[in-house]
């Protein structure tokens, strides 16, 4: 016996509204993403020690955008039906907006370290 699975008109619209939901929470998750950076270029601009700056730059700063960068890579691969529940939703917004605080917060500590 093989199972089949029937695509309704239902189901479909299901689908679409929850690939809706996967995209407009990646897109949310880059913009947060391109707000960090625009903060963080605009910190290091405003560093006055040079050396402070080229350390940054290639630590501190590459670890926080890659981080970032996995986490979106992540969100990419995430099963569709993750999207269905309000739960992971909610969650998942609320790690974008804290992502930014912490990232802020690493890049503070290191400028001042």
Known sequence: ?????????QME???????RRKHLHILTMEQIL??????????????????????LEGGVMCHILDEFDSTLVALSQQRIEWYADDDNMKLSMQQAIDYKKHALLKHSIATEH
Request: hydrophobic fraction near 45%.
């Open 34 to 55: 391109e707000e960090t950076k625009k903060v963080l270029i605009e910190r290091e601009a405003a560093l006055e020690d040079p050396l402070t700056a080229t350390m």
């Open 1 to 9: 016996v093989i199972p089949a699975r029937v695509a309704t008109p």
């Open 13 to 19: 619209r299901v689908e679409d509204l929850l690939e």
